[in-house]
């Protein structure tokens, strides 16, 4: 089992960045691909970004593409996200989570362990 906490969220002007750490407990951190999901008030749980066990491989959705950057360091058993650019549409509940399955997995039903979340909010 893997515990994932989140932080470095917070209130950010608009075409501010930030950036989102994750990090996992246990020694089998790289046995993992890493995503990130975001959730806004009575919206769905969406899609951000994967990166695979290595890093090697990473997949993000299309309109955040150039925004927002993935990131690993297995060695700290923690995963990024770097947010440029931010957007009022930007704001939301921020979470990591761990696969064992698919390379770069895209949909939140495909992860086994989920961070509590870290709110992101964007406005002036």
């Known amino acids: 089992q893997v515990q994932l906490v989140e932080s470095g969220g917070g209130l950010v002007q608009p075409g501010g960045s930030l950036r989102l750490s994750c990090a996992a407990s246990?020694?089998?951190?790289?046995?993992?691909?890493m995503g990130w999901f975001r959730q806004a008030p009575g919206k769905e749980r969406e899609f951000v970004a994967a990166i695979s066990r290595s890093g090697g491989n990473i997949y993000y959705a299309d309109s955040l593409k150039g925004r927002f950057t993935i990131s690993r360091d297995n060695a700290k058993n923690t995963v990024y996200l770097q947010m440029n650019s931010l957007k009022p549409e930007d704001t939301a509940v921020y979470y990591c989570?761990?696969?064992?399955?698919?390379?770069?997995?895209?949909?939140?039903?495909?992860?086994?362990?989920w961070g509590q979340g870290t709110q992101v909010t964007v406005s002036s």
């Open positions: 246990g020694r089998t951190f790289s046995s993992y691909a």
């Open positions: 989570a761990a696969s064992y399955g698919p390379v770069l997995p895209r949909t939140d039903h495909e992860y086994d362990y």
